[in-house]
């Protein structure tokens, strides 16, 4: 079986929707082509995305564009320490007129939520999100309420400022499909965004391109994605090889092969195919796995950093190939499969 499949298709544009999702964002959000791509990944998956880096680069930006353009219920919650999980999920409150309790939802019942500089919430704030970005549901006072769908998490954090600051557990980063970074725009690019907004906010006159329904019917979409055999098996190497590198404490977990299969065929459907491709592994597997990794020491001392592990195993797994015959040709990997 090759690693295309066998179809005289050729590639398909994505659906209209996509397309338009992509230009209305553009619209906005100068360059950071490949940043927009990773977040519409993890709404294309049902999943969250973690946007790292310094302030005023436009991860704040970032979100509420996509909100907008989504046509999704969008709020914003400003952590810091004194932040309470019943900040977040909603409280159950007294009221006197009918002698019961009656529960208000908090902010995370809403369909895009900004969790602006998460690490700055106190660990038993973070948890409270757990439960909600996993399972899509909150449970207060034993009563369990689902969350609104499409439902996704864009959580922004500064890696640079740790004073007061509480860095996020395993378990709540390998919540998150994907983490990305903006970085500092090119000069060209600085000069088109104070042109672009020296007048009007362009986020003021953007528009909806597709709404709730039609989200889940692009998630319809990527799920249709075909993943074949030779690439599901190189995608599997790639994850395992992060577990046998030395450097590595902890590596990706089979949540992360999941992960990555639905990054893949995401990536895939936004290149306008209908099936995915060994370059959508190696274009995913850093932002996808890196933050779910744990470096031993010694390694950190060596300057090893999760980037790094994840390149070596992507560099070191078996590649396969199309070719005319059955099964294809495999590129030969520099290490025995783990």
């Not at 900004?114 to 106190?122: F, G, P, Q, V």
């Not at 042109?195 to 019917?217: H, N, Q, Y």
Request: a negative charge; one cysteine or more.
């Amino acid at each position: 079986m090759s690693a295309v499949p066998d179809t005289d298709d050729a590639p398909v544009a994505p659906p209209d929707d996509l397309g338009a999702i992509q230009a209305a964002v553009a619209r906005v959000i100068v360059g950071k082509a490949d940043v927009v791509r990773h977040v519409l990944v993890a709404a294309l998956c049902g999943g969250h995305a973690l946007l790292e880096d310094v302030p005023g680069v436009g991860k704040t930006l970032l979100a509420r564009t996509l909100a907008t353009v989504l046509g999704c219920e969008f709020r914003r919650v400003q952590f810091t320490p004194d932040v309470l999980p019943s900040d977040i999920t909603g409280s159950s409150v007294f009221d006197p007129r009918t002698a019961d309790f009656q529960f208000r939802p908090g902010p995370i019942f809403t369909q895009v939520l900004l969790a602006d500089e998460i690490n700055r919430a106190t660990p038993r704030t973070q948890s409270a999100l757990l439960e909600s970005m996993e399972e899509r549901q909150v449970t207060v006072d034993g009563d369990t309420r689902a969350l609104p769908r499409p439902f996704l998490v864009l959580a922004t954090q500064n890696p640079v400022e740790l004073e007061g600051t509480f860095p996020l557990p395993e378990a709540q980063l390998d919540r998150f499909i994907i983490r990305t970074s903006l970085g500092y725009p090119s000069e060209a690019e600085e000069h088109d965004i104070v042109s672009r907004f020296d007048g009007a906010d362009p986020l003021a006159e953007l528009t909806a391109v597709t709404d709730a329904p039609g989200v889940l019917a692009l998630q319809g979409a990527r799920a249709a994605v075909e993943v074949t055999e030779p690439v599901r098996r190189y995608l599997i190497d790639v994850v395992r090889g992060t577990r046998s590198d030395e450097a590595a404490a902890l590596g990706a977990s089979p949540r992360a092969s999941l992960a990555l299969f639905r990054a893949v065929q995401a990536w895939a459907l936004l290149d306008g195919r209908t099936f995915a491709v060994p370059d959508d592994v190696k274009a995913l597997a850093v932002p996808v796995l890196a933050h779910r990794l744990l470096l031993t020491a010694h390694s950190r001392l060596q300057g090893e950093t999760a980037q790094s592990i994840v390149t070596r195993s992507v560099e070191q797994a078996a590649v396969p190939v199309e070719d005319e015959g059955d099964p294809p040709e495999v590129v030969a990997p520099a290490r025995p499969p783990a």
